[in-house]
């Protein structure tokens, strides 16, 4: 990509970024096993998994602009296979993920322009230190606050109730009022649009709208996190399809690294979906909050990185920079097999739960004819 100094005249160069990697058999196979993961993550806790996908795409060496843009591309499709799953097993509420997906297209369309303003100013490295900038930021906010939530519930001190605040908003009768029959809920139409709009413009700055999606129709909607994960995957394949066309047309997306992780991602987002009829409502939060506050350090640990790629601090001892690459990189292989362990356990738990329940109920049925 080429960058132009507009302050030191017309088509003065400023800077020249590549902007594509090469593709290597390692990087092939990895870009296969993220997917796998990622759609894991998306069919289970509904978010897209693009958490963990945007910065394992940065760790490999695609800008962030390329990384975000790729990662939205190969969203819809998946979210596709995902919502009709979740569909069938009867959690996703459609109306309320259209409703919200309106709204968010808007907000796609502000996350984008801010992004090709990033990029065309500071070039590659700023588009690397506002992604992981905002990643950081929300993992933590969002992570702790759902940790925090997942904890109670597990422990058994609270009970998987409406939040006070989506109880208070739904008191609010504000024209036009909607009913979302699968999600329980009777809601002002005015309440989901700051939902839907802040969704839009995270998952176009960083490919990620579950984090504001899934929360928000948990606390400010009202809906339980089964049906709020299974409603963001219908807003994601809304969102994901038009913010597409939009980066498409930009020549941001890498369409290699889009296909290579949509073939993972399939299978996983499938796997994923099956695992939610075998949990409990808290073990999704509590998947969702420790892979972001892992994420969260990768991330972070980038961030001086950036900062002096951009001059805004002295540059890095190359030990220190050593160190904080490899903070970055095994805490986002922590992040994989955290989701991964996580899911797979509670999957095979609640396997062999339900298997013990049909046999258990067999063997009565039988007792009462005998």
Same mark, same amino acid.
């Given at each position: 990509?080429?960058?132009?100094?507009?302050?030191?005249?017309?088509?003065?160069?400023?800077?020249?970024?590549?902007?594509?990697?090469?593709?290597?058999?390692?990087?092939? @196979?990895?870009?296969?096993?993220?997917?796998?993961?990622?759609? !894991?993550?998306?069919?289970?806790?509904?978010?897209?998994?693009?958490?963990?996908?945007?910065?394992?795409?940065?760790?490999?060496?695609?800008?962030?602009?390329?990384?975000?843009?790729?990662?939205?591309?190969?969203?819809?499709?998946?979210?596709?296979?995902?919502?009709?799953?979740?569909?069938?097993?009867?959690?996703?509420?459609?109306?309320?993920?259209?409703?919200?997906?309106?709204?968010?297209?808007?907000?796609?369309?502000?996350?984008?322009?801010?992004?090709?303003?990033?990029?065309?100013?500071?070039?590659?490295?700023?588009?690397?230190?506002?992604?992981?900038?905002?990643?950081?930021?929300?993992?933590?906010?969002?992570?702790?606050?759902?940790?925090?939530?997942?904890?109670?519930?597990?422990?058994?001190?609270?009970? @998987?109730?409406?939040?006070?605040?989506?109880?208070?908003?739904?008191?609010?009768?504000?024209?036009?009022?909607?009913?979302?029959?699968?999600?329980?809920?009777?809601?002002?139409?005015?309440?989901?649009?700051?939902?839907?709009?802040?969704?839009?413009?995270?998952?176009?700055?960083?490919?990620?709208?579950?984090?504001?999606?899934?929360?928000?129709?948990?606390?400010?909607?009202?809906?339980?996190?089964?049906?709020?994960?299974?409603?963001?995957?219908?807003?994601?394949?809304?969102?994901?399809?038009?913010?597409?066309?939009?980066?498409?047309?930009?020549?941001?997306?890498?369409?290699?690294?889009?296909?290579?992780?949509?073939?993972?991602?399939?299978?996983?987002?499938? !796997?994923?979906?099956?695992?939610?009829?075998?949990?409990?409502?808290?073990?999704?939060?509590?998947?969702?909050?420790?892979?972001?506050?892992?994420?969260?350090?990768?991330?972070?640990?980038?961030?001086?990185?950036?900062?002096?790629?951009?001059?805004?601090?002295?540059?890095?001892?190359?030990?220190?920079?050593?160190?904080?690459?490899?903070?970055?990189?095994?805490?986002?292989?922590?992040? !994989? !097999?955290?989701?991964?362990?996580?899911?797979?356990?509670?999957?095979?738990?609640?396997?062999?739960?339900?298997?013990?329940?049909?046999?258990?109920?067999?063997?009565?049925?039988?007792?009462?004819?005998?």
């Amino acid at each position: 990509m080429v960058s132009l100094d507009t302050h030191a005249g017309p088509n003065v160069i400023k800077d020249v970024s590549v902007m594509f990697f090469d593709m290597t058999v390692t990087k092939i @196979a990895a870009l296969l096993l993220v997917g796998l993961i990622g759609g !894991l993550l998306s069919g289970f806790i509904g978010s897209g998994g693009a958490f963990i996908l945007t910065p394992a795409m940065m760790s490999m060496g695609a800008p962030g602009a390329v990384a975000v843009a790729s990662n939205m591309c190969h969203k819809f499709p998946k979210a596709m296979v995902g919502s009709y799953k979740r569909w069938k097993y009867g959690q996703a509420d459609i109306k309320l993920g259209l409703v919200i997906a309106i709204t968010s297209i808007i907000g796609v369309q502000i996350g984008i322009k801010a992004q090709k303003s990033i990029l065309d100013h500071w070039g590659n490295a700023g588009s690397n230190l506002y992604v992981s900038a905002i990643f950081v930021l929300v993992l933590l906010i969002v992570g702790l606050y759902v940790m925090r939530d997942a904890i109670k519930l597990s422990n058994g001190t609270t009970e @998987a109730t409406t939040s006070k605040l989506a109880t208070r908003l739904q008191k609010l009768e504000i024209w036009p009022m909607m009913e979302f029959k699968v999600a329980n809920v009777r809601i002002s139409a005015w309440i989901t649009i700051p939902v839907g709009l802040f969704t839009g413009m995270l998952a176009a700055t960083i490919a990620v709208g579950g984090f504001i999606g899934v929360p928000g129709m948990i606390y400010i909607v009202g809906a339980s996190a089964l049906v709020s994960s299974a409603t963001e995957l219908v807003v994601a394949f809304i969102m994901g399809a038009w913010g597409s066309v939009q980066w498409g047309i930009s020549g941001l997306i890498d369409v290699r690294m889009t296909l290579l992780i949509l073939a993972g991602s399939l299978i996983g987002v499938q !796997l994923g979906a099956i695992g939610t009829t075998y949990v409990k409502d808290y073990t999704i939060k509590m998947v969702m909050a420790s892979v972001m506050l892992i994420v969260a350090v990768s991330r972070g640990a980038k961030v001086p990185i950036y900062l002096a790629d951009l001059n805004l601090i002295p540059q890095l001892q190359t030990k220190l920079s050593i160190v904080l690459n490899a903070v970055s990189f095994w805490a986002l292989i922590a992040a !994989l !097999l955290v989701a991964g362990v996580i899911i797979s356990v509670a999957m095979a738990k609640g396997m062999l739960q339900d298997r013990a329940e049909k046999r258990t109920q067999a063997a009565t049925s039988q007792e009462i004819a005998g």
